[in-house]
């Protein structure tokens, strides 16, 4: 067993890897699994059916896989999955799932989860997401791989956050933001496409040529969602170019809450 603090208290039934580390005062349910490497702090809890990576970082009074915020719970046994490599810090609180949706709330790799943050019942984070201090994300919500949230910002219950978007600080999202969008405001307002983070990202000059006019099409022209996406489906000369504005396409189709507007 790895280094345990005495005062903190591990339920029989968890399964902790070998070298995890458990600080002071902190508890473990019996349902929780915690893969190598993975760090708890001190004064955490972690409960509920809770599986956990390796590698992970828990700073100090964090409170994972807690049943969810939703007055229809019955104590059904629903989870919580997070993937590798996360750094979750400070009073940040995930809950578990509700069978009204797929009965699992999870967190990929490699995410950067700052202080104070929620992430509720049965909300999707992907990988390689940054979400700033204070933010709130309601139930059922969707983030997609390398999207950026600014701190203090509010996310409506149900809304998709498209891969590689970015939400500027205090925003309120009610709509679904499309991949590679960058906007902020209450409510938000789109502005254009996180360029800059894309290139980090290794896309190609002409890849994100094809994603600007892709944005420029669908708030730009003037075009319904429908006669945009009939034109978007034209660009792109070669496969990294038609898969970049893939994602973007098939995004869109799959929207349920409808796009955010300018």
């Known amino acids: 067993m790895g280094r345990i603090h005495p005062t903190a208290i591990v339920a029989k039934g968890a399964v902790i890897a070998d070298d995890v580390e458990i600080g002071a005062y902190s508890i473990i349910g019996e349902h929780v699994t915690i893969g190598a490497g993975t760090i708890i702090g001190p ?96 139930g059922h919500i969707h983030i997609g791989d390398w999207a950026i949230l600014g701190g203090l910002s509010a996310v409506h219950q149900f809304v998709r956050i498209g891969a590689h978007a970015m939400v500027g600080g205090t925003s309120s999202v009610r709509q679904d933001i499309p991949p590679y969008v960058i906007g902020t405001g209450d409510p938000f307002r789109p502005s254009g496409i996180n360029a800059e983070g894309l290139k980090r990202r290794g896309f190609t000059p002409a890849s994100i040529k094809c994603i600007k006019d892709a944005y420029r099409l669908l708030y730009r022209r003037q075009l319904t969602v429908e006669q945009a996406l009939e034109q978007i489906h034209q660009l792109g000369q070669d496969q990294e170019q038609r898969a970049a504005v893939q994602l973007f396409t098939t995004f869109l189709a799959q929207s349920n809450r409808g796009i955010v507007r300018p």
């Open 43 to 138: 004064h955490c809890v972690i409960d509920g059916h809770t599986t956990i990576g390796e590698n992970n970082h828990f700073y100090r009074f964090c409170s994972i896989g807690g049943i969810p915020q939703d007055k229809k719970y019955a104590g059904e046994p629903t989870r919580l999955e997070i993937g590798d490599g996360n750094t979750i810090r400070e009073y940040v609180t995930i809950n578990t799932g509700t069978v009204q949706d797929v009965g699992v709330t999870r967190v990929g790799d490699d995410n950067w989860i700052m202080a104070y943050v929620h992430i509720a019942h049965d909300c999707q984070v992907g990988n390689h997401t940054i979400i700033a201090n204070s933010v709130q994300l309601a």
